[in-house]
Nanobody, 123 residues
Framework: QVQLVESGGGLVQAGGSLRLSCAASGRTFSMYAMGWFRQAPGKDREYVARINRSGEITYYADSVKGRFTISRDNAKNTVYLQMSSLKPEDTAVYYC????????????????WGQGTQVTVSV
């Protein structure tokens, strides 16, 4: 069982930066691949980024590539999402998720989810 808690959301102006954190409980964090997803108002939740268990392999949605960076610190049981050059269309609730072994872009592949953190980007 893994419990995930996101933090770091807030209000930022367009062009600004935020770093989201997702803290995981348990002693087996390194056994889980992690993903970040987001849900904008009135839209379906969508994939943002994912990282493998060791942190060496990362992938991004085209909409955030070059602006967002996913990373993890297994010693701290934490995964991060550094967001730069933020745009109003990045406004959403951001969720982290965990699944054993291999990362995935599919929400249905993830077993554990955090409660989400709100990111609002103003013009």
């Amino acid at each position: 069982q893994v419990q995930l808690v996101e933090s770091g959301g807030g209000l930022v102006q367009a062009g600004g930066s935020l770093r989201l954190s997702c803290a995981a409980s348990g002693r087996t964090f390194s056994m889980y691949a992690m993903g970040w997803f987001r849900q904008a108002p009135g839209k379906d939740r969508e994939y943002v980024a994912r990282i493998n268990r060791s942190g060496e392999i990362t992938y991004y949605a085209d909409s955030v590539k070059g602006r967002f960076t996913i990373s993890r610190d297994n010693a701290k049981n934490t995964v991060y999402l550094q967001m730069s050059s933020l745009k109003p269309e990045d406004t959403a609730v951001y969720y982290c998720a965990a699944r054993r072994d291999i990362s995935s872009t599919l929400q249905s592949d993830y077993n554990y989810w955090g409660q989400g953190t709100q990111v609002t980007v103003s013009v």
